[in-house]
């Protein structure tokens, strides 16, 4: 969900004719789902206004759900009628990370985007014909935009601040963008770790054959010392 | 007089467990939290959160306990991978970037987590860790320890003598010989996820025949000392890690089943699958009685505790009971890796000087969900709440209407079992509330049975077998009686067996104040028991999570403490 919306429409107009980039892209986004809602848990976990906490957990639910549509329509496109695979997710605690005020307002772009981005694949999917992947993605377009309108409202009862929701977008912003700085740097580092590493690995041949003969694999159950010296007779006897 | 706090992390279902004085004050994993199935993080929320319920602060702690020996870990991922050269060079610098990252640090990350001296914090290994958490808590001061998981530090198994404060080891049999290894091979090779399949694969079992000896027997031989032997040719421990078999078993066996495709096991395809989950639970019980056995020879106790995932296999607890010539078994309830943190912390803790922990009977260790902010939530999200001043006959009543109601009470369970704290619990008489189970909440393949809880002093009406160290933490099987005095056929596996619970007030008072109000209202001492969670969800911990799983999930109430929440119609 972290195209730009131009991209999102192409990637949908590309994707809307085959069935198995189709489920590939949904997995994604049911991922994607599964991370706003571990963010929405947590974030219902610290608050302590029980009203705040209330509207997180509802929001965590829709998150839920849509995620699970989207499993159960990649798994049909892909033919399999009712199997839901796991989905495992990388999720912040924005909560922690950002602060309320803050966390509300990446909620607020993220749903933003969604909603955009959304809105594309429905009308792709329209297009291709495929009415029930365009059906799912209206259904869950009218619900983002709820949860793209709360968020604001929230911060500025939260503020009283009229700047408040600019200021913290702006900071937003800035802190999504260096967090893809970041994430670029860390998939860079991991390309130079995995081809140094495997340098070195072609390097430990002579080790490899070393450790071989001084280490070779033990079958079977090896008797500890201190078995063998002290317990064993004093228990038989 | 000491407080130690034990950590297991960074592979799977991490933990903390808090030891003060000996006493086991708290153990929680970190997924009931984090909300991550086997979470592996470094288990900051759950090792925080048992310090909170202490009352005490991270700088009082005596001592913070590790299960495994990083360098050790190191050294044998190290050994491993160049004896595999060049196969491993894929695995290589994927194994040392995990150890690198962070396994090798986590002395001083948890150190600089907890804002605990560095001094303070140890480690000792994992299959120690494993055979104390089983024998320290066991009701037995000297017993015969097995210790069988995927791979410590090297060990895969592991013999030791536990007695009084002690435990020695006796024997141990090191990476890649496996039966973890084994089992979670086949478990993926029959379509299934390794650590969420391996139940799977033991409910499957029951639906085949143990044909395929002579194919696995070449796989995994068993010696007449109780050792046992894998071909590894069979296993592809270097290249693919997350399936562990290799092609040679695709060719023994047939193609791993697609994942993806729904059971069905009138098909001549997933019947096979489930000859080869019979022969795989065979062999494994095979294996891990002969090693009970040669415990049996070389340290002539009475008592088994088991620890380790393959101490999770209830069905092959059930046949140690039987066949091991042990005249008692416990098999702690978190046998896995959680169980580590325990062990970890018990260790400490009587290196600090204090007595061992006093005999578990219960596995409710972790936090209570709040009632108040049950209401709260309730109110603002506009369900339907009421405090009930008897929760537990609220819930008689509402299981007489053949009823599906979540059930929260107390502090919520230590390891993968549901024990009437945070459980899902009907009426046990019909397959059809099994079936609505299953699609309104479960979504399980339709060959996996769903558990009986049932009053200690009512388990022999129906169950051949009497309450034992195990059936108090649904570690073991029983056969049912041709005829029992109420049907429970929601309960019933194909084979006649039950996982059976046998509920005492000590180790689940709720749980057994509902079981008592269905036998005052007429009805039978026993319900049908599963875990307060939905497909790949952890189970529930809080009040937060509680009503999330009511919202998600079409259960008809949920009793959270004395509060009531029904579904409006």
Known sequence: MAFHPLLAQLHARSIARRPKAAARALARFAKAERGSMLTLIWAATHVDSPERRATYLEQAYEEQRHGRMFSKRAAELNGYASSEPSVNTDAEDLFIALGEIRMLAFLYRGEHRAVVEFSGYRDAFRKAGDAKTAALFAEIVEEERHHQEYPLELIQSLTNDPRAVTRASRYVAAWEAWRTMRRLGQFMAGLLYTGGMTCLYALLLPLSLWVRWVRPEVRGLVLAREWSRNDRSQERG | ?569
């Not at chain 2, 031989?221 to 890690?241: K, N, Q, V, W």
């Not at chain 2, 596995?363 to 603002?380: E, F, M, P, Y």
């Open chain 2, 1 to 569: 007089m000491a407080s130690v706090l034990g950590i297991s992390g960074l592979y799977h279902d991490a933990a903390a467990a808090l030891v003060i004085d000996g006493t086991i004050i708290a153990a929680m994993q970190q997924e009931r939290f984090s909300r991550v199935k086997h979470d592996r993080a470094l288990p900051k929320d759950a090792a925080l959160s048992c310090l909170r319920f202490a009352g005490i602060a991270p700088e009082a702690l005596d001592a913070v306990i590790y299960y495994e020996q990083p360098f050790q870990k190191l050294e044998r991922v190290l050994v491993s991978t160049l004896r595999g050269f060049p196969q491993s060079f894929r695995q290589f610098p994927r194994a040392m970037r995990a150890q690198l990252a962070d396994k090798l640090w986590v002395l001083d990350a948890i150190s600089e987590t907890l804002n605990v001296p560095r001094r303070r914090v140890r480690a000792v290994g994992h299959h120690e860790s494993h055979a104390a958490s089983a024998f320290f808590p066991s009701p037995y001061e000297r017993a015969a320890v097995l210790t069988l998981d995927g791979v410590g530090e090297d060990t895969t198994t592991a013999l030791w003598f536990g007695n009084g404060n002690t435990l020695t080891p006796i024997a141990s049999t090191a990476w890649p010989q496996s039966l973890g290894l084994f089992y979670a091979a086949m478990t993926a090779w029959s379509g299934f996820e390794v650590l969420e399949g391996e139940c799977k694969l033991m409910g499957l079992a029951a639906f085949g025949q143990p044909i395929h000896r002579e194919e696995l027997g070449r796989v995994l031989l068993l010696h007449e000392t109780g050792e046992f032997e894998l071909t590894l040719s069979f296993f592809d421990r270097f290249t693919d890690t997350e399936l562990g078999f290799g092609k040679r078993l695709e060719q023994l066996l047939g193609e791993r089943r697609d994942p993806l495709i729904p059971w069905d096991l009138t098909t001549p395809r997933d019947q096979h699958y489930a000859n080869v989950a019979a022969t795989v639970q065979c062999i494994t019980e095979e294996a891990v009685l002969g090693l009970a056995r040669r415990a049996s020879r070389e340290t002539g106790a009475c008592n088994l505790c088991l620890a380790g995932g393959i101490a999770l296999n209830a069905v092959a607890n059930a046949r140690l009971a039987k066949e091991s010539g042990f005249d008692r078994i416990f098999v702690q309830p978190a046998a896995g890796d959680a169980g580590g943190a325990l062990g970890a912390a018990i260790l400490g803790s009587i290196a600090l000087g204090d007595r061992r922990p006093s005999a578990m009977t219960s596995a409710a260790l972790g936090l209570t969900a709040s009632a108040s902010d049950t209401v709260d939530l309730c109110k603002h999200l506009g369900l339907s709440a009421r405090r009930v001043s008897d929760p537990a006959e609220s819930a008689a009543s509402l299981l007489s209407e053949n009823k599906v109601v979540g059930f929260v009470q107390g502090r919520f369970e230590f390891g993968p079992r549901a024990l009437g704290h945070r459980s899902i619990i009907a009426s046990p008489e019909t397959i059809a509330i099994r079936d609505r189970i299953n699609s309104v909440v479960k979504q399980r393949e339709p060959f996996r049975p769903f558990a009986p809880a049932i009053l200690a002093d009512s388990c022999s009406q129906y169950f051949d077998t009497e309450p034992s160290d195990m059936t108090a933490f649904m570690t073991t099987v029983a056969s049912v009686h041709a005829s029992v005095p109420t049907p429970i056929d929601a309960v019933l596996h194909c084979d006649g067996t039950a996982r059976i619970q046998t509920v005492t007030a000590d180790a689940a008072s709720g749980l057994e104040a509902v079981l008592r109000a269905r036998v005052r209202r007429g009805e039978a001492p026993i319900l049908l028991n599963t875990s307060l969670n939905g497909r790949n969800e952890p189970i529930v911990g809080s009040a937060i999570d509680a009503i999330l799983f009511f919202l998600a999930h079409r259960v008809d109430a949920l009793i959270v403490e004395d509060v009531l929440v029904e579904r409006q119609t």
